[in-house]
T-cell receptor
Framework: KAGVTQTPRYLIKTRGQQVTLSCSPI?????VSWYQQTPGQGLQFLFE???????NKGNFPGRFSGRQFSNSRSEMNVSTLELGDSALYLC???????????FGSGTRLTVV | GIQVEQSPPDLILQEGANSTLRCNFS?????LQWFHQNPWGQLINLFY???GTKQNGRLSATTVATERYSLLYISSSQTTDSGVYFC?????????FGTGTKLQVIP
């Protein structure tokens, strides 16, 4: 079966711009979560969606937002980009949290 | 929140050697996974192991939930095992990652 698909793989944006990242989960998975990975902070939880509802949110400013569609695909949006937002953004899907997560290949965002 | 500590932070092995990676967590959890992150950033799921022992080829893992730790064993290491190994634990809907063990296997 197809894995978790994230698009785009690479992205370069300018400070102040906004960006939207996409994640298509494994077919049948209704939980989608997002993580930010940076060399300094490691892997940090952004938010998790299940059946179009955000169930949990990490400690990130309101510039970071997300949503999930009825087909379980998810998007995350970062507005007013800052240099510190440069990171690898990873999406994971799961049947539910108790079943473990499968990660996509990530989107590497560079803010210049 | 849950604290997750991994040790050692760095490990260099000669090809063919065995190793044990450790993950300690501060509270009871509903799930625990081990991941291998390859040089391209992809997180590969190794084990989903909230308790007990599992084996997959040269890799095995044991979680003792009552004592809040998990171990990942790598036997007969190969250069392709190089990368960063993460332990990730979860309560409800939120997963917390450890800081990882960076493994380098040299020929």
């Amino acid at each position: 079966k197809a894995g978790v698909t994230q698009t785009p793989r690479y992205l370069i944006k300018t400070r102040g711009q906004q960006v939207t990242l996409s994640c298509s989960p494994i077919s049948g998975h209704r939980s989608v979560s997002w993580y930010q990975q940076t060399p300094g902070q490691g892997l940090q939880f952004l938010f998790e969606y299940f059946s179009e509802t955000q169930r949990n949110k990490g400690n990130f400013p309101g510039r970071f937002s997300g949503r999930q569609f009825s087909n379980s695909r998810s998007e995350m949006n970062v507005s007013t980009l800052e240099l510190g937002d440069s990171a690898l953004y990873l999406c994971a899907s799961s049947l539910d949290y108790v079943n473990g997560y499968t990660f996509g290949s990530g989107t590497r965002l560079t803010v210049v | 929140g849950i604290q997750v500590e991994q040790s050692p932070p760095d490990l260099i092995l000669q090809e063919g050697a065995n190793s044990t990676l450790r993950c300690n967590f501060s509270d009871s959890v509903n799930n625990l996974q081990w991941f291998h992150q390859n040089p391209w950033g992809q997180l590969i799921n190794l084990f989903y192991i909230p308790s007990g022992t599992k084996q997959n080829g040269r890799l095995s893992a044991t979680t003792v939930a009552t004592e809040r730790y998990s171990l990942l064993y790598i036997s007969s290491s190969q250069t392709t095992d190089s990368g960063v190994y993460f332990c990730a634990v979860g309560g409800y809907q939120k997963v917390t990652f450890g800081t990882g063990t960076k493994l380098q296997v040299i020929p």
